[in-house]
């Protein structure tokens, strides 16, 4: 699980390098946003925002946890959309296990351990997300080991493709 955080963190500072040096008070509306959106789609999930990697004012970043389960969000802003697209196109030339996704954001792709992990264009911003998740429930304990990893898997998936999807509902609220 540390090792996914980190990943998340990593991807903040090659970001950094792609936006502007100036304080963004969209960020802080878009937190604000963000946070009153989640908590009605998602009772019961506690948040906190969390300081970004080398302290920049043009990167969001949060942490959204339930019992057993973990998302991270990192909003990046970027001057323009095109500024942003540009710069995840770079950020996933390389990766060679990515799956462009349909439906989210102007542009997306899922990559990482089970393809938890999203990164989609709305706007100006980019959207990180990745989640963690221990499956212990009643249906986990009777499978093989290798059945419990695709379970936990496929549950990563679901929750990144979820927060996502609220994230993109959050910015386009006025």
């Given at each position: 699980m540390k090792?996914?955080?980190?990943?998340?963190?990593?991807?903040?500072?090659?970001?950094?390098?792609?936006?502007t040096a100036q304080a963004n008070p969209d960020l802080d509306k878009l937190a604000e946003k963000l946070t009153r959106h989640i908590e009605s789609q998602?009772?019961?999930?506690?948040?906190?925002?969390?300081?970004?990697f080398m302290n920049s004012p043009s990167v969001l970043v949060e942490k959204w946890s339930f019992p057993n389960k973990g998302v991270?969000?990192?909003?990046?802003s970027h001057k323009s959309g095109q500024d942003a697209r540009e710069?995840?196109?770079?950020?996933?030339?390389?990766?060679?296990?990515?799956?462009?996704?349909?439906?989210?954001?102007?542009?997306?792709?899922?990559?990482?351990?089970?393809?938890?992990?999203?990164?989609?264009?709305?706007?100006?911003?980019?959207?990180?997300?990745?989640?963690?998740?221990?499956?212990?429930d009643s249906v986990a304990r009777s499978l093989t080991q290798i059945e419990r990893v695709e379970h936990e898997q496929s549950e990563m998936r679901r929750l990144s493709r979820e927060f996502a999807r609220h994230v993109s509902n959050a910015i386009d609220q006025p």
């Open positions: 090792s996914r955080w980190f990943t998340a963190i990593l991807l903040s500072a090659l970001c950094i390098t792609q936006v998602m009772p019961g999930w506690s948040h906190k925002r969390v300081e970004p991270m969000i990192q909003i990046v710069a995840l196109r770079e950020f996933v030339q390389y990766d060679r296990q990515k799956e462009q996704l349909k439906g989210l954001g102007e542009e997306a792709y899922a990559w990482g351990y089970g393809l938890a992990n999203i990164a989609f264009v709305r706007g100006k911003f980019i959207v990180y997300t990745s989640s963690s998740a221990a499956v212990e």
